[in-house]
C-alpha cells in the first residue's frame, strides 16, 4: 500500500482502492457500498481527490468535469486469496444496476 493510500485510508477511515488504468495512471477511490447479486460482490466506487486537486484531474479529457466519478467494480478473490476489483462485464453490470435501483427503492421506502 502506498504511502498516499494509506494516508486517504486513514483520513476517510474506509476502505480505499486503486485503479489503474492501460497508461499506469492510478485513480484513488472509496468504497461506498457493496452490492450482492447472486453469490457475487459489486462495489460501488466514488473517486477521491486530494486536496492539492490530485487524483483524477478536470481537463483531462474524458468528459468527467460534469460528472461524479463513479465505477462498479465486482469483487473476486485472486490467486493469492486476495480481494480484487475487476471490470464487470454488461450482463454482470446491468444485473448490478438493476439491483442497486432496487435497493434504492427499498430504503425510500422506509
Known amino acids: ?7 486517504l485510508q486513514a483520513e476517510e477511515d474506509d476502505v480505499v482502492v486503486v485503479m489503474t ?3 499506469g495512471n492510478e485513480f484513488y477511490y472509496q ?11 459489486y462495489a460501488l466506487l466514488v ?13 483531462c479529457g474524458c468528459g468527467c468535469e460534469d460528472d461524479e466519478d463513479v465505477l462498479i467494480a465486482k469483487i473476486v478473490t485472486n490467486e493469492d486469496g486476495e480481494e480484487e476489483y475487476v ?3 454488461d ?3 446491468e444485473a448490478v ?10 430504503s425510500e421506502q422506509e
Open 97 to 106: 444496476q438493476k439491483a442497486y435501483d432496487a435497493l434504492v427503492e427499498d
Open 31 to 41: 468504497e461506498e457500498m457493496i452490492i450482492p447479486v447472486g453469490d457475487d460482490k
Open 47 to 59: 473517486g477521491l481527490h486530494d486536496e492539492d486537486g490530485e487524483g483524477h484531474e478536470h481537463g
Open 1 to 7: 500500500m502506498s504511502d498516499k493510500e494509506k494516508d
Open 91 to 93: 450482463e454482470e453490470f
Open 87 to 89: 471490470e464487470p462485464t
Open 21 to 23: 488504468d492501460e497508461d
